[in-house]
């Protein structure tokens, strides 16, 4: 019988009896591994989760109670049962639906998530929300071990821990973050897992204490007094029940009766936060997922049997791993040279720098203020810290680098990957606001390379640049395979380069758009139009002397960056224009990312939908220059 297919809602999902649901969970397993196999997306995460997601829901009166999911990434199952099993197939796909919660999705999706660390603190927005309005309904937040070695969930915990309201707190913990989880509260977890057993006998014992009228009471205060270690081994989940969190587990993620019992109990507490710690297996049910679920964790579309990826033929390398052979190439040279990375050592590409040189090499977790900052004090020290971290989660880290790095002209180096649209992961994680936040920094050196090559070289002028820090954005994927034999050199300071001459118009690319702009040309040359390219290089400092030219040169300027065009490189460039006293003021026209969130989808979809692929840029060039 196909349990799955008489599912809608989660009021379906509670018609069947507790004995039916494992049943169910080897159905979603196999659906979602074949519609992932080919759609690709977080497939570890949410093999995870299906015991889960099935208990909250069977347990819990959902959308009424609300579930906070925590990055989001392991929510596939939740999407399942919650209506959008027939479109799942769409999953992650242009006018598909999303990888993540989007509350603009479904009324199941109490908030919208895709950044780590964020559900504690919402779900607590959420629970003394519903206090004040004198509302009824349970929160519960999932929340992974990775998410809660992030510092929003300790200011999160901190919070709720003194707020004595109803919010339960389920931490997955699976012991791995996209790698391996790193830190001390991971240490600190996977000893009360192991001890767990011991833990089972002591919490018994423990809840024995608490029932026995008057004498129970006093031996369990006389425990608080004793040494910590004794308390480790009296108390579960010590560190949650000192922040003030009820601890209940740790508990198998994968028995549906055993979570079942637990939330069942839970929903009985009405004044105190709660914190259920459950284990799972990231990548369970699926071999090859189970076996390196640092693959599976966001994957392309793959073959089931095998669990090979598809790579389509040809692939040049990506940026990532540009970054990461020259970076090695570079430290290998110079001691002085470390890589600082906030979970994603694979993402960026250091895994080849963190085998060569495991001392220079820090993954500190989902951290990215705190690689910040930390990276500031190793440039104190007269290190030369690299800080690879996606565009998008570099936006946590604004006040960072402005008051720790900037202020002080450290020498810290950024390289931001995933810089501009990312596709299919959409709105949370395109990149495209980077050198409109960055370019007001003061002192900051921002560079964007046109391919790979460039890439390089930027790389090696912002290891040579020590007045500040540098930032090299770039966008996911692979380059242009420009060739990389020419040798590392430092490009000199705030200089642009012209890469085809024309008349009439300047086309000035940023980064990758640089490709389009050329390839928007040709279509330009076919109407008539002529237009000269450059590449700026720099987004700050912009190449003044250059450019001071420019405006007698062109009537039309035309800049195009992928990056929203709010506060980018065009505007950039139009202020130093307004400002240059030209006396013949160009017309300007900016094109790059609109000023509004973007969807998800393939990149193609995407920039055709944008008006960004060459034939619409030709075409809005050509109205641009024709007046229309
Ligand atoms: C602020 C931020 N940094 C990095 C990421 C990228 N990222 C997505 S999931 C993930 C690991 C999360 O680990 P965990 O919470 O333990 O969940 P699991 O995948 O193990 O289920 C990371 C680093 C992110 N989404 N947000």
Same mark, same amino acid.
């Given at each position: 019988?196909?349990?799955?297919?008489?599912? %809608?809602?989660?009021?379906?999902?509670?018609? *069947?009896?507790?004995?039916? @649901?494992?049943?169910?969970?080897?159905?979603?397993?196999?659906?979602?591994?074949?519609?992932?196999?080919?759609?690709?997306? /977080?497939?570890?995460?949410?093999?995870?989760?299906?015991?889960?997601?099935?208990?909250?829901?069977?347990?819990?009166?959902?959308?009424?109670?609300?579930?906070?999911?925590?990055?989001?990434?392991?929510?596939?199952?939740?999407?399942?049962?919650?209506?959008?099993?027939?479109?799942?197939?769409?999953?992650?796909?242009?006018?598909?639906?999303?990888?993540?919660?989007?509350?603009?999705?479904?009324?199941?999706?109490?908030?919208?998530?895709?950044?780590?660390?964020?559900?504690?603190?919402?779900?607590?927005?959420?629970?003394?929300?519903?206090?004040?309005?004198?509302?009824?309904?349970?929160?519960?937040?999932?929340?992974?071990?990775?998410?809660?070695?992030?510092?929003?969930?300790?200011?999160? !915990?901190?919070?709720?821990?003194?707020?004595?309201?109803?919010?339960?707190?389920?931490?997955?913990?699976?012991?791995?973050?996209?790698?391996?989880?790193?830190?001390?509260?991971?240490?600190? !977890?996977?000893?009360?897992?192991?001890?767990?057993?011991?833990?089972?006998?002591?919490?018994?014992?423990?809840?024995? @204490?608490?029932?026995?009228?008057?004498?129970?009471?006093?031996?369990?205060?006389?425990?608080?007094?004793?040494?910590?270690?004794?308390? /480790?081994?009296?108390?579960?989940?010590?560190?949650?029940?000192?922040?003030?969190?009820?601890?209940?587990?740790?508990?198998?993620?994968?028995?549906?009766?055993?979570?079942?019992?637990?939330?069942?109990?839970?929903?009985? *507490?009405?004044?105190?936060?709660?914190?259920?710690?459950?284990?799972?297996?990231?990548?369970?049910?699926?071999?090859?997922?189970?076996?390196?679920?640092?693959?599976?964790?966001?994957?392309?579309?793959?073959?089931?049997?095998?669990?090979?990826?598809?790579?389509?033929?040809?692939?040049?390398?990506?940026?990532?791993?540009?970054?990461?052979?020259? =970076?090695?190439?570079?430290?290998?040279?110079?001691?002085?040279?470390?890589?600082?990375?906030?979970?994603?050592?694979?993402?960026?590409?250091?895994?080849?720098?963190?085998?060569?040189?495991?001392?220079?090499?820090?993954?500190?977790?989902?951290?990215?203020?705190?690689?910040?900052?930390?990276?500031?004090? !190793?440039?104190?020290?007269?290190?030369?810290?690299?800080?690879?971290?996606?565009?998008?989660? =570099?936006?946590?880290?604004?006040?960072?680098?402005? /008051?720790?790095?900037?202020?002080?002209?450290?020498?810290?180096? *950024?390289?931001?990957?995933?810089?501009?649209?990312?596709?299919?992961?959409?709105?949370?994680?395109?990149?495209?606001?980077?050198?409109?936040?960055?370019?007001?920094?003061?002192?900051?050196?921002?560079?964007?390379?046109?391919?790979?090559?460039?890439?390089?070289?930027?790389?090696?002028?912002?290891?040579?640049?020590?007045?500040?820090?540098?930032?090299?954005?770039?966008?996911?994927?692979?380059?242009?395979?420009?060739?990389?034999?020419?040798?590392?050199?430092?490009?000199?300071?705030?200089?642009?380069?012209?890469?085809?001459?024309?008349?009439?118009?300047?086309? =000035?690319?940023?980064?990758?758009?640089? %490709?389009?702009?050329?390839?928007?040309?040709?279509?330009?040359?076919?109407?008539?139009?002529?237009?000269?390219?450059?590449?700026?290089?720099?987004?700050?400092?912009?190449?003044?002397?250059?450019?001071?030219?420019?405006?007698?040169?062109?009537?039309?300027?035309?800049?195009?960056?992928?990056?929203?065009?709010?506060?980018?490189?065009?505007?950039? =460039?139009?202020?130093?224009?307004?400002?240059?006293?030209?006396?013949?003021?160009?017309?300007?026209?900016?094109?790059? @990312?609109?000023?509004?969130?973007? %969807?998800?989808?393939?990149?193609?979809?995407? @920039?055709?939908?944008?008006?960004?692929?060459?034939?619409?840029?030709?075409?809005?060039?050509?109205?641009?220059?024709?007046?229309?």
């Amino acid at each position: 019988m196909n349990f799955l297919e008489a599912i %809608q809602s989660p009021d379906d999902l509670r018609k *069947f009896p507790p004995d039916a @649901l494992p049943h169910l969970a080897r159905e979603i397993r196999e659906f979602m591994i074949d519609v992932v196999s080919t759609t690709g997306g /977080h497939l570890a995460p949410s093999l995870g989760t299906v015991e889960l997601t099935i208990a909250l829901h069977y347990a819990y009166n959902t959308p009424t109670d609300k579930i906070v999911w925590d990055v989001g990434h392991q929510a596939y199952t939740h999407k399942i049962l919650t209506g959008r099993r027939d479109r799942f197939e769409t999953l992650r796909r242009y006018g598909g639906i999303s990888g993540f919660p989007r509350i603009s999705e479904s009324n199941y999706d109490a908030v919208s998530a895709g950044h780590a660390s964020t559900s504690i603190s919402v779900a607590l927005g959420l629970a003394r929300g519903r206090d004040l309005l004198g509302q009824n309904h349970a929160v519960v937040a999932v929340i992974g071990d990775g998410a809660m070695s992030g510092g929003l969930s300790f200011e999160g !915990l901190n919070n709720l821990g003194a707020s004595r309201t109803n919010l339960t707190v389920v931490l997955n913990d699976n012991e791995m973050s996209i790698s391996r989880n790193v830190g001390a509260l991971s240490r600190y !977890l996977t000893r009360v897992i192991t001890d767990k057993r011991y833990y089972k006998i002591k919490s018994e014992i423990w809840d024995m @204490l608490g029932k026995l009228p008057n004498v129970g009471k006093s031996i369990r205060s006389l425990v608080h007094g004793v040494d910590d270690s004794l308390k /480790h081994l009296l108390i579960p989940g010590k560190f949650f029940q000192d922040l003030g969190l009820r601890y209940l587990g740790p508990v198998d993620g994968h028995d549906i009766g055993a979570m079942l019992e637990i939330f069942n109990s839970v929903k009985k *507490f009405s004044n105190e936060p709660v914190l259920v710690h459950i284990i799972t297996k990231k990548g369970k049910g699926y071999r090859f997922a189970e076996e390196n679920a640092t693959k599976f964790h966001g994957v392309g579309s793959f073959s089931k049997t095998t669990g090979e990826i598809i790579v389509p033929k040809g692939k040049t390398p990506s940026y990532s791993e540009i970054f990461g052979s020259t =970076l090695s190439e570079i430290a290998a040279t110079r001691p002085e040279v470390v890589a600082i990375t906030a979970a994603m050592r694979d993402g960026t590409g250091l895994a080849k720098f963190s085998k060569e040189f495991p001392d220079r090499f820090f993954d500190v977790g989902i951290a990215e203020s705190h690689a910040v900052t930390f990276a500031a004090g !190793l440039a104190l020290k007269g290190l030369r810290p690299v800080v690879a971290l996606y565009s998008t989660f =570099l936006q946590r880290t604004f006040d960072q680098i402005l /008051h720790d790095v900037a202020l002080d002209g450290l020498p810290v180096v *950024f390289c931001i990957d995933r810089a501009g649209l990312v596709g299919d992961d959409g709105p949370t994680h395109h990149g495209a606001f980077d050198l409109s936040f960055l370019r007001i920094i003061p002192g900051a050196l921002i560079m964007a390379p046109r391919d790979e090559e460039q890439f390089r070289k930027m790389l090696f002028t912002a290891l040579s640049y020590d007045k500040g820090p540098s930032f090299i954005r770039y966008p996911r994927g692979s380059g242009t395979g420009a060739s990389l034999t020419s040798p590392l050199k430092a490009l000199p300071i705030g200089t642009s380069e012209d890469l085809v001459k024309g008349e009439n118009v300047a086309l =000035l690319a940023a980064g990758d758009f640089v %490709q389009l702009a050329l390839r928007a040309r040709e279509f330009l040359v076919e109407k008539g139009i002529n237009p000269a390219v450059i590449d700026p290089r720099f987004i700050k400092p912009l190449d003044e002397h250059r450019f001071s030219t420019l405006w007698n040169e062109f009537p039309f300027i035309v800049t195009l960056e992928n990056n929203t065009i709010e506060g980018g490189f065009g505007s950039a =460039l139009l202020s130093l224009a307004a400002e240059s006293g030209a006396k013949r003021f160009p017309r300007f026209l900016r094109l790059g @990312l609109p000023d509004r969130f973007i %969807q998800h989808g393939d990149l193609p979809h995407l @920039l055709s939908d944008l008006r960004l692929d060459p034939a619409s840029l030709a075409d809005r060039i050509g109205n641009f220059v024709r007046g229309e």
